[in-house]
Structures are given as structure tokens and as C-alpha cells.
């Protein structure tokens, strides 16, 4: 019997995961998808928000400003980039400007440091690419970008590497409060037990908390469309760039990845089922807000679209407590933005201030909460990197010629928690098939390396999991 | 650091032919290739139609490739497989990586740049719909089924009618897969007629032309896709959708010269080439530094390739062994439709006649190619049609360039088709 069942393999379900193995308790993440990171945590904007957004006094506010505190040295640990790259808000009139000083006195009250406005020039100054019909904007210096499904990634390896289970493909289909613990079925009829059970299932956590009882709140989708642009324009913007928050929304931003490249996006479509389509209206209106922030956006170097579903909830803030009807279920539901940026406070918040109202909270004292980055290689020296290939040739074979990565890094995420177990999920690690051909060159050779290392027929290799079969089988 | 003469990067049909005409003239050549073996794309290009120009024969891919590899395995010219060469600089040092060397710069006289192109992703298009597994560029398909001997699908739909697309649409048939449609955005196929011929119509492969996918579907794998004719400013029409169940969807949209290194190097490219700006012998902007094949320009016909790799290796050998001489240049433009002109700059102080390769943006007949020097025709020559799928030329000879006056254009004029 597990002391603690995780629900959901996302950034909230991975940093709490991290945070539970800092104790002696025996913990698993319960994840239905062959991966970690594949809900909003997969297609989301990467940004590590500052705290001025949200409402004084509200969780999000909390979280988002101590998250924000928190990132560089939590991502440093996990082996993640992060960049403190700041955040503008630019307005495009007067009214506009009106709100850019609300939302300084708001994020003041918040918490939030180093806020100023700053005029047209200065501006144009800092960020040349900004479109001229822009009349001034709101710098905070304290945002940043992070990669979240690295972060995702590194958090849930981190933890196997400290003692926690990840069962993937468990899809949670039924959940039995018995007298001391849980039992949480999943689809294919497969049970495990735990005394207690965090709900981070996103934009599943309704019905994971309908499905052990507890029907206090409602979790709705929002589609995002999104443009990524090739590294190559990667210096088109420095800071991310958003519009003035109307009564509309936020509108989109345009900023740079911690890896380098130019993300566009997202739209906001409410959805009744979990689409993950792109639409031709989505893209286009992805694409004229781009154009209307910035003047010569490259288009011309895009190279891929994608949508993701974010939760929001009718609550409109974020819920993280035990619940009012189930003993021993904590929600952490409603996780929309700033979630990713609150994520490592959360966390903590969960362990130290629910979860141990459960058990007796030991000190593990093994926890070891550095990892290895995954793109370690190429952060090395070449008299380092040709040591390495001298004990392990692989390091030496490039696979994916558009992001240099050799065979020998795609090997070792293979072998290295969470073990990547399909195309995607190396995508996810390496950044193998992520470049400009978009895996054109080396996936039959990420399918053979893939089929080779876990010992199965190749055309039992995925692009991501069940279903997503790459290969019919063997030529005639 | 070791050094060469010439160093040759990549050691496909345009490396291969280039090292061997370099090695003739007395250098001492190595080329660099990536993958196990020479012969670049052409081994998995198992088809036939391939040396018709060259060899009056029609040959498959790696029958046509083995032809350049016997020639490189008889003279002492050295290859290194399974290399990638990491960066290039503008004096010509090569750092690359391979399994026993680790990583290791050399350094040249003078380089050829010969990596090929790429497929233009699906990615870049924009495509609407879900992500799902079965969406592949031809070209990956075509390694799958004909080097790894996989099927990728078995229900397929083309996305643009590329000339790897069209052989696919064959291929795949041949291997017992349904191809319900090849769909082409635009008025023309941008592949070669023969392979319109051989590959859809002999097999009743419908081609749509003035089509475009407008959504694909499907959450694990695909399991269909909608397309529907386009209007002339390529807006979809709305009525005219049609649905497609199927399991895979190929993508021939389109070739992009692999530039990469040569950006790197700071050598100036040609927006329309996507590829460097040359001269006749193929040399770059940077001095010493040459360019051939489908790095330069995306070719229709390898034969061509070869040729224009040929100018390259001996421009290379030549600046190795004897250095650069002073220039007279002037530029070539695309008049009247034509997208691009290649060698963009000509250098009045080489000898020998110049090839000016161009393509047209539009199908024409009955038309008058025209090579223009302000008001002054130099060159008028009659082509009975033009394709924007195969690649023209016009002969300027030696006695007209060195007497040009100034920069010159190439023009057509004809019927539109």
C-alpha cells in the first residue's frame, strides 16, 4: 500500500510528487498517458508570470509570487533552464495606459518587485521589434520562461530517483474509499492502494474528485492555439510580450523559449470535450495579434502550430485543500494560469501543510534533489564531450542533425526516470525531432533506437502511446 | 590539424562528383558524410528514370550513385562515413564529430559545400487539426519503406504534389496501400510530368489540383482528413470540401536547400535560391568557399546536379592549387516570369561558356527565352513549353560574356497555359 497516490502527471502532480520524497513516505504518481508532462503541461506558454494579474489576496496572487521566488534555484537543482527574462505589458493608448498603473498598484499589493513603467522609448529601446503604434508598457523585470515539460520531466525523475513510483498508462476509472485507504482502479482493471490520494488530474481533477465523492466544484476547458517559430528568429524579442488585459482577456504573447525559439499564442476557445485541434481562424487570429504587438514578425520560420486544453474553473481561483466531503483526498484543482509559475510553492504548501496532517513526517534523509540535466552533453566542453564519446561512441553519432542531438542522449532518456518510452516523449527530453524538419531525418532512426533499447518490435514504437502506432508492418 | 586541399561536405551525388572532378585536377580531397554510406538521398530512391541526360540510360538511384562511388573508390580520395560536421568558418576551418574521432577541426584551401536539402515540414503550413502519429513528409516515408522495409500506412492521402510525393503515391501502391488522393494547392503540379504520367495516372491516382487540406483528424493515429478546392488567392471555397478516411497523410510540399553551415560561415544567400549566391564556378561570396547540388538549388533532375558539381570541384581544385585572380563581375535578375537565375554573379574573368539555370513561376507555350542587357538582347531562344516543375537553361557564350556590358536579365515571354 502506497502512503500517498499522486493523480496526474503534470507540473503540479510531479512537483508535489518531488516534494513528497523528501519524507519517508512511499509515494506513486498515477498517470494515464504514456508520459508525464502530456495535459496543459505539454502546449502551455512556458512563463514564469511576475504576480501582477492576479486578484490581491487570492491564492493565485500567493502562489504565483512565491513560485515566481522560487523557480531559478528549484529549476537549477532539476537541471532546467530558466530565464529571468522579464515580462512588458505594453499599451497601445491612453485607456491602456490607465490599466498598465492599476496593474502596478495591483502587483505592488501583491508582492511583486522592481515594477515600472516605462515610456515609448525606452521601450523601443529595449525591445526594437515592438510595433510603433505602442505608447508605453509595464516592466516586470522578476518574469521569466521556463521550459514546462522539462520542468515536468525533471521533477518526476527526481523523485523515482528518490525512492516515488510512476505508473503510466493508468487511467483512473474508479476510486473506493475504504475505511483506511483508497483503492483507485484504472481502466484496465489494474488497483493500487493508498492511504491518502492528491487530485492534480487538471482538467480531469472534476472528475477524479466526482469519482471518490466530492462534487463541490466544476473544471472547464480552454483551448490555446499556439505558433513556434525556428530558433533561427530567436532574437526576435528578448522579454514576453504582453497586451494590456481588457475586458476580453489577456490577448496573446509573443515571446522567446528557454530554448530558444519564438512562441505565439495562446487563443482562448472555451471547449466542451478535451480538443486539442488547431483551428484555421485560431491560427490566423494567433497570427494577426502577433503582427499587431510587433512589427515583421518571421512568420516564414514557423515550424509547427500546436493547441493545448488549460483548466479553469468556475471558482476562478486556484483550489488546494483537503477536501470538504472525502477524508483524505487533498484537490489541487483549478490550476490555470499562473500555475506553472506556482507550481514549486504549491508543492510545498501541500506537503507541509496537508499532507502532514496525515502522517508522521520523517525526514528522508537520502533525498538528493539534484538532477542531471538532460541536455547535459551540450553544455560541455569539447575536451569533455570527446571523453565521453571515448568511453560511449554513441555520444559521437548526431541523430537529429537540426538540433545536434546523438544517439547516446537519446539512449540515455531512454534509461533515465521517467524513462521515455515513445517518439514524443525522447522529443521531450532531447529536443530530438524539435528542430526545423521537425524529425523528418531522424525519426525512423529514433524508432530503431527506441525499438532496440526496450526490446520490442518496431512497430510496437509510438509517436506517444497506445493508438499512436507509427508502422504498419513489414513491406511486401 | 590535419589539412586538405579541398574538403567536401556531404557525399551525395553533388559531393561525390565534385570530389572526383577535384581529385582529377590534382587535389588532394576528403569528403565528409553523415549517414554510413555515400550516395546521399539516391539510395533510397529506388525507382528508375534517373541518368537518362548523363548516361543516355535510365538507371535507379543507387545505380546512379554507384556509378560516382566506383569512380571515388578507384582514385585516392578520402571519405569519412558516419560524420557530421558541426560548424564551418569563413577560413575554411571544418570542426565535425564522429564515433572514433570525437569531435575534430581540419582545415582546407578550399570547401564544397554539398549537404543537400531538406523536406519543408508540415509543420511550416500551419495545417489545422490534431497531432497524431501517421503524418509524414514523403521523404521519410520513402526511408521507411525502402531502406528499414516498413509501411507506414495503408490508407494514404498526398499533401502537395512534389516529385518524392508523386513516386510515393507508386511506391505505396505497389507495397498494397490505397492512395485515395494527391492534393496540390496549386493550378500545376510542381513534379515532373513523366512522373505525373508513370506514377497517378497509369495507376488512377486522382490528382486535385487548386486543392488544400483544410483539417486533419484523429486523436492517436489519423483517421481522416478534409480537403477542399482553393480560389486564387488560395482561400478555401466553401462547398467544395471533401473527406478522406485514411491512416496516413504524406506531406510533398516542398524542398529547402540544408544552409545551415553555410549561414554560419557568413556567406551570403539568395532569398529566391533559399541557397549561396555564386558566381559561374560555383564559388560563394566567401573566396575558396564553392556550393553544388541541392544546397544551392533545389534540382529536378540529378544529372544536373552532377554537372554543376563538376564546375564546382574544379573551381575548388583550381583555387587550392592556384589561388583566386582579380574579378569583373556582373549580376543576373529574373525578368518577366521567372523566379530565379543561377550562377546569380558573373565574373567576366573566368573562360568558357556560361550556363544560366532558371526557373519559370508559371506553365507557358510557345515561348521566347531572352537574355537581357538593359535595352539590348544578347540571346533569344524558342522553348515549345515551360513548367515551373523543370528546371530551364539558356547557354551564354563565351564571346557575349566577355563582352557584357553590364548586369543582365533573364525574361520569358509565351502563352499561359
Avoid at chain 1, 201 to 206: L, T
Avoid at chain 1, 258 to 267: A, E, F, K, R
Avoid at chain 2, 387 to 397: A, D, F, Q, T
Amino acid at each position: 500500500m502506497f502512503d500517498v497516490a499522486v493523480i496526474g502527471g503534470g507540473v503540479i502532480g510531479a512537483t508535489i510528487l518531488r516534494e513528497l520524497t523528501k519524507y519517508r513516505l512511499n509515494v506513486c504518481l498515477l498517470e494515464k498517458e504514456a508520459d508525464v508532462a502530456m495535459g496543459q503541461s505539454r502546449a502551455n506558454s512556458g512563463i514564469v508570470h511576475a504576480g501582477f494579474d492576479a486578484p490581491v489576496g487570492s491564492l493565485k496572487a500567493t502562489f504565483n509570487v512565491l513560485g515566481n521566488a522560487m523557480m531559478e534555484d528549484y529549476a537549477r537543482e532539476l537541471g532546467v533552464k530558466f530565464k529571468r527574462n522579464g515580462s512588458l505589458v505594453v499599451a497601445f493608448s491612453e485607456e491602456e495606459l490607465k490599466t498598465l498603473k492599476e496593474l502596478k498598484a495591483r502587483g505592488e499589493l501583491n508582492g511583486v518587485k522592481k515594477l515600472r513603467i516605462i515610456s515609448k522609448e525606452e521601450l523601443f529601446e529595449i525591445e526594437p521589434s515592438v510595433s510603433k503604434n505602442a505608447v508605453g508598457a509595464l516592466l516586470a523585470p522578476t518574469g521569466g520562461i521556463v521550459c514546462p515539460y522539462k520542468l515536468t520531466v525533471a521533477a518526476v525523475g527526481n523523485a523515482m530517483d528518490n525512492g516515488a513510483t510512476l505508473l503510466t498508462e493508468f487511467e483512473v476509472v474508479k476510486i473506493n474509499k475504504g475505511e483506511n485507504a483508497f483503492t483507485i482502479t484504472a481502466k484496465d482493471g489494474k488497483s493500487i492502494t493508498a492511504k491518502i490520494m492528491i487530485n492534480c488530474a487538471g482538467i480531469y481533477s472534476e472528475e477524479i474528485a466526482k469519482a471518490a465523492g466530492d462534487n463541490s466544484f466544476t473544471v472547464g476547458g480552454r483551448k490555446g492555439e499556439y505558433i513556434l517559430l525556428d530558433r533561427e528568429c530567436g532574437d526576435f524579442v528578448k522579454h514576453t510580450l504582453f497586451f494590456t488585459p481588457t475586458e476580453k482577456g489577456k490577448g496573446i504573447l509573443v515571446s522567446p523559449t528557454v530554448d530558444g525559439n519564438i512562441i505565439l499564442g495562446p487563443t482562448a476557445e472555451q471547449v466542451s470535450d478535451k480538443n486539442v485541434e488547431t483551428s484555421v481562424d485560431g491560427l490566423k487570429d494567433v497570427q494577426e495579434k502577433a503582427a499587431k504587438m510587433c512589427d515583421k514578425v518571421p512568420f516564414g520560420g514557423t515550424i509547427t502550430s500546436f493547441a493545448g486544453t488549460r483548466a479553469y474553473c468556475n471558482i476562478h481561483d486556484f483550489i488546494i485543500e483537503e477536501s470538504k466531503t472525502v477524508e483524505g483526498l487533498i484537490n489541487c484543482a483549478g490550476i490555470e494560469s499562473p500555475g506553472l509559475t506556482s507550481a514549486p510553492a504549491i508543492a510545498k504548501f501541500v506537503v507541509e501543510d496537508l499532507v502532514s496532517k496525515f502522517f508522521e513526517m520523517v525526514d528522508n534523509l537520502d533525498f538528493d534533489g539534484q538532477r542531471k540535466p538532460d541536455d547535459f552533453f551540450n553544455n560541455l566542453s569539447v575536451e569533455e564531450k570527446n571523453n565521453i564519446i571515448k568511453e560511449n561512441p554513441a555520444y559521437g553519432k548526431i541523430i537529429c542533425r537540426c538540433e545536434r542531438i546523438t544517439e547516446g542522449e537519446i539512449v540515455r532518456a531512454i534509461k533515465t526516470n521517467p524513462p521515455a518510452t515513445n517518439v514524443d516523449a525522447i522529443k521531450r527530453r532531447t529536443r530530438s525531432g524539435m528542430g526545423r524538419c521537425q524529425g523528418g531525418f531522424c525519426q525512423p532512426q529514433v524508432v530503431e533506437i527506441i525499438a532496440r533499447e526496450l526490446n520490442i518490435p518496431i512497430e510496437q514504437v509510438t509517436k506517444s502511446g497506445k493508438g499512436s502506432y507509427l508502422l504498419r508492418g513489414k513491406t511486401k | 590539424m590535419k589539412n586538405y586541399d579541398v574538403i567536401v561536405i556531404g557525399g551525395g551525388p553533388a559531393g561525390l562528383a565534385a570530389a572526383i572532378r577535384a581529385y582529377d585536377l590534382g587535389a588532394e580531397v576528403l569528403i565528409i558524410e553523415r549517414e554510413e554510406i555515400t550516395g546521399g538521398i539516391l539510395n533510397q530512391c529506388i525507382h528508375n528514370g534517373f541518368g537518362l541526360a548523363r548516361f543516355k540510360e535510365s538507371l535507379s538511384g543507387p545505380e546512379y550513385a554507384a556509378r560516382f562511388i566506383d569512380e571515388v573508390c578507384k582514385r585516392d580520395i578520402s571519405v569519412m562515413t558516419n560524420t557530421t560536421v558541426l560548424s564551418l568558418s569563413a577560413d575554411k576551418k571544418v570542426t565535425a564529430i564522429n564515433q572514433t574521432d570525437g569531435i575534430f577541426t581540419l582545415q582546407a584551401k578550399a570547401i564544397i559545400l554539398a549537404m543537400g536539402c531538406r523536406e519543408r515540414s508540415k509543420g511550416a503550413l500551419n495545417i489545422a487539426g490534431t497531432r497524431p502519429a501517421g503524418l509524414y513528409s514523403a521523404g521519410s516515408a520513402q526511408k521507411y519503406v525502402n531502406i528499414k522495409g516498413y509501411l507506414p500506412g495503408k490508407e494514404v492521402v498526398i499533401l502537395g504534389s512534389g516529385d518524392i510525393g508523386l513516386i510515393m503515391a507508386r511506391r505505396m501502391t505497389l507495397e498494397g496501400a490505397k492512395v485515395h488522393a494527391v492534393c496540390e494547392i496549386m493550378p500545376y503540379s510542381s513534379g515532373l510530368k513523366r512522373n505525373i504520367v508513370q506514377c497517378l495516372d497509369d495507376f488512377g491516382i486522382p490528382l486535385y489540383l487548386n486543392h488544400t487540406v483544410l483539417k486533419i483528424e484523429g486523436n492517436d493515429r489519423v483517421t481522416g482528413v478534409v480537403i477542399a478546392q482553393v480560389d486564387k488567392d488560395k482561400k478555401p471555397i466553401p462547398g467544395t470540401e471533401k473527406h478522406f478516411d485514411c491512416d496516413t497523410v504524406l506531406f510533398s510540399v516542398g524542398l529547402i536547400p540544408e544552409n545551415e553551415l553555410t549561414k554560419e560561415a557568413g556567406i551570403e544567400l539568395c532569398g529566391a535560391t533559399k541557397g549561396a549566391l555564386v558566381y559561374q564556378n560555383r564559388e560563394t561570396t566567401i573566396d575558396g568557399i564553392f556550393a553544388c547540388g541541392n544546397v544551392l538549388h533545389v534540382h529536378d533532375l540529378v544529372d544536373f546536379v552532377s554537372e554543376e558539381a563538376e564546375i564546382a570541384g574544379a573551381a575548388a581544385a583550381k583555387y587550392a592549387l592556384s589561388g583566386s585572380k582579380e574579378r569583373s563581375v556582373v549580376n543576373t535578375f529574373a525578368g518577366d516570369n521567372v523566379s530565379y537565375v543561377l550562377p546569380q554573379k558573373i565574373d567576366k574573368n573566368i573562360e568558357g561558356n556560361v550556363k544560366l539555370f532558371f526557373r519559370v513561376k508559371k506553365a507557358l507555350e510557345k515561348c521566347t527565352v531572352k537574355v537581357i542587357c538593359g535595352e539590348q538582347v544578347l540571346l533569344e531562344k524558342k522553348k515549345r513549353v515551360v513548367r515551373p516543375g523543370e528546371m530551364e537553361n539558356v547557354i551564354l557564350p563565351e564571346s557575349l560574356v566577355s563582352e557584357l556590358g553590364g548586369d543582365i536579365s533573364v525574361v520569358l515571354e509565351g502563352k499561359e497555359i
